[in-house]
T-cell receptor, first 115, second 111 residues
């Protein structure tokens, strides 16, 4: 398996623009997580899905952030409008069926810079 | 809410030394604990996973232990090498099916 695939690797945009980050989880995994990492706050969970259904989005900072998972192999995280404070590395991660012994696998991340 | 703490935040050792990284968590009702490695500009790579019923896991020069009752885990690295330089994070998977991460320990192994 190719692992968790994220795109783009880098995104530079101007304040006010819409940004869409994409993620393809590992095939067969039914949990998908979106994290944001900054030096100041470390890794923060934004939202996670189980079987394509959002379970907990309490980490989504504002209404400007939205996430979808239309099918088991694809998820998006959208920021509209973007702001400079959104600059961070955004990670997608996936895990297999709940059972206690499943590892969490991360993508390579999207480095977002909002100017 | 589960809180995960890693001490120290940074560690510098000469090559060849054995070292221990610490991870503590506040809620012992966990399903597993995972140690990750993160290289600069890269994602997180899973190193070891310990299930709540286990006491330790080993992989090569790495050994992770878990004491659930006291809320502690350690990652032991034997005979450290410069290639071990990275940030090491622990993450706890709780019964609510979320992963809680520590802030990491930045390790530098000096040749």
């Amino acid at each position: 398996d190719a692992g968790v695939i994220q795109s783009p690797r880098h995104e530079v945009t101007e304040m006010g623009q819409e940004v869409t980050l994409r993620c393809k989880p590992i095939s067969g995994h039914d949990y998908l997580f979106w994290y944001r990492q900054t030096m100041m706050r470390g890794l923060e969970l934004l939202i996670y899905f189980n079987n394509n259904v959002p379970i907990d989005d309490s980490g989504m900072p504002e209404d400007r952030f939205s996430a979808k998972m239309p099918n088991a192999s694809f998820s998006t995280l959208k920021i509209q409008p973007s702001e400079p404070r959104d600059s961070a590395v955004y990670f997608c991660a996936s895990s297999a069926q709940w059972g206690g012994g499943e590892k969490l696998f991360f993508g390579s991340g999207t480095q977002l810079s909002v100017l | 809410k589960q809180e995960v703490t890693q001490i120290p935040a940074a560690l510098s050792v000469p090559e060849g030394e054995n070292l221990v990284l610490n991870c503590s968590f506040t809620d012992s009702a966990i399903y597993n604990l995972q140690w990750f490695r993160q290289d600069p500009g890269k994602g997180l790579t899973s190193l070891l996973l310990i299930q709540s019923s286990q006491r330790e896991q080993t992989s090569g020069r790495l050994n992770a232990s878990l004491d659930k009752s006291s809320g502690r885990s350690t990652l032991y690295i034997a005979a450290s090498q410069p290639g071990d330089s990275a940030t090491y994070l622990c993450a706890v998977r709780n019964t609510g099916n979320q992963f809680y991460f520590g802030t990491g320990t930045s390790l530098t192994v000096i040749p």
